[in-house]
T-cell receptor
Framework: GQNIDQPTEMTATEGAIVQINCTYQTSGFNGLFWYQQHAGEAPTFLSYNVLDGLEEKGRFSSFLSRSKGYSYLLLKELQMKDSASYLCAVSDSNYQLIWGAGTKLIIKP | EAQVTQNPRYLITVTGKKLTVTCSQNMNHEYMSWYRQDPGLGLRQIYYSMNVEVTDKGDVPEGYKVSRKEKRNFPLILESPSPNQTSLYFC??????????????FGPGTRLLVL
């Protein structure tokens, strides 16, 4: 079966760095997405990786290792507004998105 | 403004009373999809549509129907709602659904409570 695992919840301090991991087992791979979702709101796109390596976009970076079925989202200089759930999703062989359950990130002052 | 809209945003209903949640996008996207989101389970796909008059089941289609008569609209129909369909529902769209790199654009969500 297809499966995506990410931690349920993480806590970090304002101004610090946090890494959210995602491991996946899917039938085919056409890229991995990270979305941000604030409570009660719609998910919004953060990043897309299809090749191995690190993609940096401002305070957010996303890493992919296809051979290990592994990705992480790195958030630097954490701000209170970064408190949200972070969803990992993989595009499978049919271009359908397989979603992880999400990681709830709590930022403390 | 490019967007996906859903109505209603909040709905309380009773078991067995048919309801429809509308979804509309103004980006001329071919691909549209419905998800439900429940605590601890993440987003689960209900139905999707690759184009007008083409719909397919997702992972949890039981108890739901959809139609795609026009490119912009993709309503979700619950013929006989039950309490286990209480959930947060999202409609999403993307340009074609045939590329791994396509971002999905989500509607604001519909929170449904079935008593």
């Amino acid at each position: 079966g297809q499966n995506i695992d990410q931690p349920t919840e993480m806590t970090a301090t304002e101004g610090a760095i946090v890494q959210i991991n995602c491991t996946y087992q899917t039938s085919g791979f056409n890229g991995l997405f990270w979305y941000q979702q604030h409570a009660g709101e719609a998910p919004t796109f953060l990043s897309y990786n299809v090749l191995d390596g690190l993609e940096e976009k401002g305070r957010f970076s996303s890493f992919l290792s296809r051979s290990k079925g592994y990705s992480y989202l790195l958030l630097k200089e954490l701000q209170m507004k970064d408190s949200a759930s972070y969803l990992c999703a993989v595009s499978d062989s049919n271009y359908q998105l397989i979603w992880g359950a999400g990681t709830k990130l709590i930022i403390k002052p | 403004e490019a967007q996906v809209t859903q109505n209603p945003r909040y709905l309380i209903t009773v078991t067995g009373k048919k309801l429809t949640v509308t979804c509309s996008q103004n980006m001329n996207h071919e691909y549209m999809s419905w998800y439900r989101q429940d605590p601890g389970l993440g987003l689960r796909q209900i139905y999707y549509s690759m184009n007008v008059e083409v719909t397919d089941k997702g992972d949890v289609p039981e108890g739901y129907k959809v139609s795609r008569k026009e490119k912009r609209n993709f309503p979700l129909i619950l013929e006989s709602p039950s309490p286990n369909q209480t959930s947060l529902y999202f409609c999403a769209s993307s340009p074609t659904g045939t590329s791994g790199s396509e971002t999905q654009y989500f509607g604001p969500g519909t929170r449904l409570l079935v008593l």
